[in-house]
C-alpha cells in the first residue's frame, strides 16, 4: 500500500500547479477566506492574523487583518525558510527566541508572539499557514490552539471543496498528487462495493434510483481515474486484472482491450513474476494485505522499477485483490545516489581523522563508527556506549563547556553541538578532540531526539595553539615573560592589589656593563649570561611573583602581596639579587662577573597605574645608575624632579642646536719643550638663554642618551674646522685641531666620514692638521670595524688620537691594529706626578711605549709649574691644561694665540 506524502516530498512545480488548480495565488479578496481570518482573530483575541500560501518562493498573503503585507520572501517566511512545517509554529516572545533579530520581530511590525498553522492536505503536503500575530509576549491555551487547528482544517476543506468544483482540473489534481493513496483505496473499495450491492438489490427500482446508481458509478470511476499511479482491480482466480484506470494503459504502452487478455504477471520482468504470483496468493487466498516491488517491462520493452501495494476486497462471497502501482524510479535513483554518497562518505572517512558518531537520545545510546576507535589509537572497531559513559571520558576541567554545548542544542538554543575538550587516549594519556554535530530530528516539544556529528583529533594543532600563546607571551631566550605578558599580570596585579587592599613593588633592573661583555666574548657568550641572570633572579623570588626580560640586559620584577609601604620585603629581594649577580658566572668555561642596577617603585605610594609605577621604577634605576651602579633605589618625589629636569634638558637642547645656541670654545695646546703653541682642542659649550654657559658634563650625556650627539658633533667638527683654517691662514699654518667624536658617531661610521669630508671641503683645512680623539674603552668595542673605519679617514689624510689613555686597556696590539698617531695621558696620572713615584711610573712607561713606535704624546690636565716640570723631565711632547689656558671663546683665543 501507498504511505502517505511526508511534508517536503512536494516539489516547487507540483505546489504551483496545485494553487494554480485551488485558483487562490495572485488573486483578489475572497469574503470567505477573510471571513476565516476574522474568526481566527476572535478565537485568540489577537490584533493581526493573515492566511498565507506558499509558491516555492514566497509566501503569498491571500487574506489578512492588521497588517499591509502583501508577500513574504522565502529567507523571511518563518514556517517555510527551513522546509515545510509538520506542525504548528509557536514563538511565544521572539524577544527570548533565536529569531529576535527577524524583520517581522525587529523591523516597524515589532511583533512579539508568532503563531502558524500549516494548512495540511488530505495527503499530507502543506500548502500554506494560518497565521496569527501580536505586540506583546503571550501563551497559546490548548482552546485557543484547538480553535485555530479546526479553521485550518477548514480552510483546507474550502480549498478541496473549490477542487471538487471544478471537473476540468480533477485530472491535473491526479497528476500533482501522489501520496495517500491507501485511504484512497479502502474509499475506493467501500464505494465499490457499496455501488454493486445497491445494483443487485434495486434492479427494478425507480428511474430515479437508477439515475442516482449511474451518478454514483461514475463518481467511483472518477475517483480510481483520479487515484495517484496504476489502479488495478485482479479477479479471484488472481489470472487476470477486471478493473484498472487510465494510469495503467499508459505505464505500461498497451490498449485497454489489451489489458483485458493478460495476467498481472505479463507486465513484470521474468525474474520478478515469480515473487508477484506469491503475493497475489496471499492476498486473495489468506486475506493479507501486501507490497512488493518489482520491475514493469512496457510495450517498448522499457524496464521501469514499481512499488505495488494489494489488499483484500469481498465481493459477493468472492476475494478479490484491489491495488495501487506507484513508479518509483526517482525513489531508487534517490537510494543509489544515497548508497553511493555513503560509500564515498565511508571511504572519506576511513581515509581521514574524522570520527563519525550518532547519539539516539531518546535510547540514550552513542555509535561510533571504527574510526573512533583508531582516534583513539586502539583497533578499529565499532562500538555504542550510553551518554553517562561518553560524559565521563571527558575531562573534569571540561565537563562543564561539553555539557553547556550539549545542553543548548538538545535544548533548541543552537541547531550544532560545536565542543573541544580531552578525552583520555588507549594508553590513558589525555588527547583534545574537536566534535561537531547538528540536531536531525526533534520532537513536537522542539526538543532533539538524535544528533549526528564527526569528531577529529586536534591534540597538534592544540599544541601548535599553545606554543604560539606561549611564543607570544615568553622570551625566546630565557623563558621569561616578555614586556606582553608583563603588562597583563600587572594589570591583574593592580586590580587584586585594590580590591584586597595590598601592595607589591614593582622593580626595573638592568644590567651594568653587559654590552662590553657581549661586544667583546660575542653574542653567544652574551646570551649564555643573560640565562644565567635570569635563573638567579628567578631563585630571589617566589613562585607568585614574576621575573620578565624585557630586551636586551633590561629585566623587570613584581613582587606581590606586600603591606602598602613595605619597602622591607623589596628591599631584601633587591639585595639578594644585588649578591647573586656578584658570584662569578661560569659561562663556556670562563668566569664572568656582572652586576646590575635596580629601580623599585612601590603600589599604592608611587603610582596606581602601571604605566606610572614602570616610569618611577625605571627614573629609580638610572638614580641607582648615576651612584655607581650595582645597587638598588627606591622611587622618590626629588628623582622625579631630576628625571624631569633631565628630560627638560634634552628638549631645550633640541630648540638650542637649531636657534644657535652652541658654541665651541678652544683650549690651547702646547710644546713641553719650547712652550710654542702647538694646536688647539675644540671643546663643545651650551650658551644657555636663562642658565648663561654650560659645559659639557650639565648636557653631554642627556645628548648621548638621545641621539642628538650626532648632528651636534657634526656641527663641532665643521665649524672648528672652519675657525682653526682662518687662524691657520692669519698666523699659524701648521695648526693642529683636534676634536672629540662620541661613541654615538662612531657607531654610524659612514655618516661620520661623509660628515669629516663635508667639513674638510667647506672649510678647506688640510686634513694632516685635524685629529679626531677617541677614547679607549670606545676603540675596543668592535674593534674589527674601528680599524676599517679609522683606515677609510686615514686615507684622507687625518689623524688619530687615543683619549684619557691608560684608563682602560691600554694594549700594544690595538695600538699596532690602529692607524694612531698621538696619544693623551689622562689626567688622573699627571695629578700627582712630582708626588706619587707610581704615576710618574706609568707616565715613564707610556711615554717610553709610544716613543718606540712613533708616537707624539700629550698630557692633558697640567695646572701647576711642577707638574709640567716633571713632564719636561720624562720628555713628554706637549700638553694642555689650567696651567696655560682654560678653554676660551674663538675671539679671546685669537687674541692670546693668534698674532
Not at 509557536?90 to 503563531?115: K, M, N, T, W, Y
Not at 648615576?626 to 628623582?639: A, V
Amino acid at each position: 500500500m501507498a504511505a502517505l506524502k511526508r511534508p517536503g516530498d512536494v516539489t516547487d512545480e507540483e505546489r504551483l500547479a496545485r494553487l494554480k488548480a485551488y485558483r487562490v495565488l495572485d488573486t483578489p479578496p475572497e469574503p470567505a477566506f477573510d471571513e476565516l481570518v476574522r474568526r481566527a482573530q476572535d478565537a485568540v483575541r489577537a490584533p493581526m492574523a493573515w492566511l498565507s500560501f506558499f509558491d516555492g518562493e514566497r509566501e503569498w498573503i491571500k487574506a489578512k487583518a492588521g497588517v499591509a503585507l502583501a508577500h513574504l520572501p522565502r529567507e523571511h517566511s518563518l514556517a517555510f525558510n527551513r522546509g515545510e512545517p509538520a506542525s504548528a509554529l509557536l514563538i511565544e516572545d521572539a524577544a527570548r527566541s533565536q529569531f529576535a533579530e527577524h524583520p517581522l520581530f525587529a523591523g516597524e511590525l515589532r511583533v512579539r508572539f508568532f503563531c502558524a498553522m500549516p494548512l495540511i492536505m488530505p495527503d499530507g503536503a502543506v500548502l500554506g499557514t494560518l497565521t496569527v500575530l501580536d505586540r506583546i509576549p503571550r501563551t497559546l491555551s490548548p482552546q485557543e490552539r484547538t480553535a485555530l487547528e479546526n479553521l485550518a482544517t477548514l480552510a483546507v476543506a474550502r480549498l478541496e471543496t473549490r477542487l471538487l468544483q471544478a471537473p476540468a482540473v480533477v485530472a491535473a489534481k491526479a497528476g500533482a498528487l501522489e501520496g495517500n493513496a491507501e485511504e484512497r483505496i479502502q474509499h475506493l473499495a467501500r464505494e465499490y462495493q457499496r455501488m454493486n450491492e445497491l445494483l443487485e438489490e434495486e434492479i427494478g427500482l425507480r428511474r430515479g434510483a437508477e439515475d442516482k446508481l449511474r451518478r454514483e458509478k461514475e463518481f467511483s470511476d472518477a475517483m480510481i481515474q483520479s487515484l495517484p499511479g496504476a489502479f488495478y482491480l485482479v479477479g479471484p482466480e488472481g489470472d487476470h486484472v477486471l478493473r484498472w484506470n487510465a494510469s495503467l494503459g499508459l505505464a505500461t504502452g498497451y490498449t485497454d482491450a489489451e489489458i483485458a487478455t493478460m495476467r498481472p504477471q505479463d507486465f513484470m520482468s521474468p525474474k520478478d513474476r515469480a515473487p508477484l504470483e506469491a503475493a497475489i496468493r496471499q492476498v486473495i487466498e489468506q486475506g493479507k494485505e501486501v507490497t512488493v516491488e518489482a520491475e514493469v517491462v512496457d510495450r517498448a520493452g522499457n524496464v521501469r522499477p514499481y512499488a505495488f501495494s494489494g489488499r483484500p476486497l469481498r465481493l459477493g462471497g468472492l476475494t478479490y485483490m484491489i491495488g495501487v502501482g506507484r513508479d518509483i524510479t526517482l525513489r531508487r535513483r534517490a537510494e543509489q545516489q544515497m548508497a553511493r554518497s555513503k560509500e564515498r562518505l565511508d571511504l572519506a572517512l576511513s581515509s581521514s581523522n574524522l570520527a563519525l558518531w550518532d547519539w539516539d537520545i531518546v535510547a540514550d545510546r552513542v555509535y561510533y563508527n571504527e574510526s573512533w576507535a583508531k582516534l583513539l589509537g586502539d583497533a578499529p572497531r565499532e562500538a555504542t556506549f550510553g551518554s553517562a559513559e561518553v560524559l565521563s571520558w571527558t575531562h573534569p576541567e571540561d565537563r562543564e563547556i561539553f555539557e553547556a554545548s550539549m545542553g543548548n542544542a538538545i535544548r533548541g538554543v543552537s541547531e550544532q553541538f560545536d565542543c573541544e575538550y580531552r578525552v583520555p587516549n588507549a594508553v590513558g594519556e589525555w588527547i583534545w578532540v574537536h566534535s561537531r554535530g547538528k540536531v536531525t530530528m526533534r520532537n513536537d516539544s522542539n526538543r532533539a531526539v538524535r544528533l549526528t556529528g564527526t569528531t577529529t583529533n586536534v591534540t597538534k594543532r592544540k599544541a601548535a595553539e599553545e606554543r604560539a600563546e606561549y611564543l607570544a607571551t615568553r622570551d625566546a631566550l630565557t623563558g621569561l615573560p616578555n614586556r606582553v605578558l608583563l603588562h597583563d599580570r600587572l594589570e591583574q596585579c593592580i586590580v587584586n592589589a585594590a580590591r584586597n587592599q595590598v601592595g607589591f613593588a614593582f622593580m626595573f633592573i638592568d644590567l651594568d656593563r653587559f654590552k662590553t661583555i657581549n661586544d667583546s666574548l660575542g653574542h653567544q657568550v652574551g646570551d649564555e649570561l643573560l640565562k644565567r641572570v635570569a635563573a638567579r633572579l628567578t631563585a630571589c623570588v617566589r613562585a607568585s611573583d614574576t621575573v620578565a626580560r624585557l630586551g636586551g640586559d633590561e629585566f623587570a620584577v613584581i613582587l606581590e602581596n606586600l603591606r602598602d609601604d613595605d619597602d622591607e620585603g623589596a628591599q631584601q629581594v633587591a639585595e639578594k639579587m644585588i649578591a647573586a649577580m656578584g658570584a662569578p658566572m661560569l659561562v663556556n668555561n670562563q668566569h664572568l662577573n656582572t652586576s646590575c642596577s635596580i629601580g623599585i617603585s612601590l603600589y599604592p605610594v608611587d603610582g596606581k597605574d602601571s604605566a606610572t609605577l614602570m616610569k618611577n621604577a625605571d627614573v629609580a634605576m638610572y638614580y641607582a645608575k648615576d651612584k655607581g651602579r650595582n645597587n638598588y633605589q627606591f622611587f622618590s618625589s626629588e628623582m622625579n624632579a631630576r628625571a624631569q629636569e633631565r628630560l627638560s634638558v634634552e628638549n631645550y637642547l633640541r630648540l638650542a642646536l637649531r636657534r644657535g645656541e652652541l658654541v665651541v670654545h678652544y683650549q690651547p695646546r702646547m710644546k713641553v719643550a719650547t712652550g710654542e703653541l702647538a694646536g688647539v682642542e675644540a671643546l663643545i659649550r651650551w650658551q644657555h638663554p636663562r642658565r648663561g654657559l654650560l659645559p659639557p658634563n650639565r648636557f653631554i650625556e642627556v645628548a648621548e642618551e638621545s641621539g642628538l650627539i650626532v648632528p651636534i658633533g657634526e656641527w663641532v667638527i665643521e665649524n672648528a674646522c672652519k675657525q682653526v683654517r682662518q687662524w691657520q691662514l692669519a698666523a699659524k699654518k701648521d695648526l693642529q685641531l683636534s676634536v672629540n667624536v662620541s661613541i654615538g658617531q662612531v657607531i654610524d661610521g659612514d655618516r661620520l666620514f661623509a660628515a669629516v669630508q663635508r667639513a674638510l671641503a667647506l672649510s678647506g683645512i688640510d686634513p694632516a692638521t685635524l685629529e679626531l680623539e677617541l677614547t679607549e674603552s670606545l676603540l675596543m668595542q668592535n674593534i674589527d670595524e674601528k680599524v676599517a673605519l679609522l683606515n677609510r679617514l686615514g686615507k684622507l689624510g687625518v689623524g688619530l688620537a687615543i683619549d684619557d689613555f691608560g684608563t682602560g686597556y691600554s694594549s700594544l696590539s690595538y695600538l699596532k691594529a690602529l692607524p694612531v698617531d698621538s696619544i693623551k695621558i689622562d689626567s688622573s696620572f699627571v695629578r700627582d706626578i712630582h708626588a706619587d713615584p707610581n704615576d710618574e711610573a706609568i707616565i715613564r712607561a707610556i711615554l717610553a711605549m709610544a716613543h718606540s713606535m712613533g708616537l707624539r704624546v700629550v698630557a692633558e690636565g697640567v695646572e701647576t709649574p711642577e707638574q709640567l716640570a716633571a713632564l719636561r723631565e720624562l720628555g713628554c711632547d706637549e700638553y694642555q691644561g689650567f696651567l696655560t689656558s682654560a678653554a676660551l671663546p674663538a675671539e679671546e683665543f685669537e687674541q692670546r694665540y693668534v698674532k
